[in-house]
């Protein structure tokens, strides 16, 4: 029997709106898909990184990537701009979204997806369109999990001004925030569920699983311009930039939790930035008053005593950031920025442990029997000895053999122990 305690929350007597609550349990229900459809989608974040230099790109310097979404625009549908005070920030179409992250960071957001094939040619259909673009502006996008040559102080917040508010947050709170805002790119694969307990299992599953798949797909040879010390450096990152915010969802592996503690924990955190902009009765306030810091308030004290709109919803949602997220889909996180080839191989490995009935079955017993304290040992084993921890108990020869990828038994492309020449 798992006897972790009740989750106890963050922020103990936190006020947490009984309203707000139930509207983020029909956000989470609004996304269950009871007729199985096994769908999924990946997020592809990449370092623009200037010819010759390897300096980070910003977004306003000349040629830089402010004029590479203009450039962009007329493969993109012309009603789904996303424009904040003046400034082109993301595009979009049928199948595909780009978007930008703080740093620069240009991010790619494909799907729903049903094969690998789909992937691909998304992909190359985006590919085919950007680089021509990007030889002529001077600059490429790379796929790590870190900026391989500019420091993070030197890089310049995008103009937006929720990515203002959180530097102003993350620069004060925990370590690493100005770091991962500025400097990390990732790949996300997001996975459908079929109801509550499913959405659950799948969080577990994914919170167990994913530190030991991100050794075997880890893509961050560099830290602040020097090789990389640490076997799992996004992790690392990410465990300590906020600690009320990130890594595994507390109370996920005791046998009661469910989505009202997972609403009840988001809800009662600091909200770190406060979006008003869809809230009807802050008509009439200004743009200061519409979105700014929250060291301390959380939704309850900002928020109208109703129940949420949609986009209120997934706004407090979005100022979480755990190993696995609960949206109105479960988003996987732990991973490095990888080269399409790997990010493919990797989508494929996410499909075989959640869509392959037999396997899923197989790793949710697994899981049953862990708790939050297990996985952390794992993580922590993890990011002691790399490749010769021991998760769990087993090798990572035999987690690799349990996991079906045997193609990663080669060199992995930027392993920190094999620095190589930057991927285009």
Not at 168 to 197: F, K, N, W
Not at 387 to 404: I, N, S
Request: proline share 6%; hydrophobic share 35%; charged share 25%.
């Amino acid at each position: 029997m798992n006897i972790t305690p009740r989750v106890s929350y963050a922020h103990v007597g936190a006020k947490v709106n009984d309203k707000h609550v139930a509207s983020l349990l029909r956000f989470f229900q609004s996304g269950a898909k009871p007729e199985r459809d096994d769908g999924y989608g990946v997020e592809i974040e990449h370092l623009p990184v200037r010819n010759g230099s390897d300096q980070a790109v910003s977004y306003a310097e000349p040629n830089g990537i402010e004029t590479l979404l203009e450039r962009l625009r007329p493969y993109y549908d012309a009603g789904r701009e996303f424009i904040e005070d003046g400034h082109l920030l993301g595009l979009s179409r049928e199948g595909i979204s780009l978007s930008l992250e703080p740093g620069g960071q240009f991010e790619t957001s494909i799907g729903v997806l049903h094969s690998p094939e789909e992937l691909l040619q998304i992909y190359a259909k985006f590919r085919g369109e950007i680089d021509p673009i990007l030889d002529d502006l001077g600059f490429r996008l790379i796929n790590y999990g870190y900026q391989p040559v500019t420091g993070f102080a030197d890089i310049k917040l995008n103009p937006k001004r929720r990515y203002a508010a959180m530097n102003d947050y993350l620069g004060h709170v925990g370590s690493y925030g100005p770091c991962m805002m500025r400097c990390t790119a990732s790949t996300q694969v997001s996975i459908d569920y079929s109801d509550e307990a499913d959405a659950v299992a799948k969080m577990r599953v994914g919170s167990a699983l994913g530190p030991i798949i991100s050794m075997f797909f880890r893509n961050s040879p560099y830290f602040e311009a020097q090789q990389n010390p640490f076997p799992l450096l996004r992790q690392r990152i990410w465990d300590k930039a906020d600690p009320q915010r990130t890594g595994i969802t507390p109370g996920l592996f005791d046998s009661r939790f469910g989505w009202e503690d997972y609403a009840r924990d988001v809800l009662a955190t600091p909200l770190m930035f406060v979006d008003l902009t869809h809230t009807p009765e802050a008509a009439g306030l200004s743009e200061d008053e519409q979105e700014f810091v929250a060291f301390e308030k959380n939704a309850a004290d900002v928020y109208p005593d109703r129940e949420l709109n949609d986009y209120e919803a997934s706004h407090i949602i979005s100022t979480h950031f755990n190993d696995v997220r609960l949206k109105n889909f479960v988003e996987l996180r732990h991973w490095d920025s990888l080269p399409i080839e790997r990010a493919e191989l990797l989508t494929e490995t996410v499909r075989n442990v959640f869509y392959n009935d037999a396997n899923f079955a197989h790793w949710k017993a697994f899981v049953e029997g862990l708790s939050i304290v297990d996985v952390e040992l794992a993580k922590d084993d993890l990011q002691a000895r790399g490749m010769k921890a021991r998760p769990f108990g087993k090798t990572m020869d035999e987690w690799r053999d349990a996991l079906g990828l045997e193609d990663t038994r080669a060199d992995i492309p930027g392993d920190p122990v094999h620095p190589h020449v930057f991927q285009r």
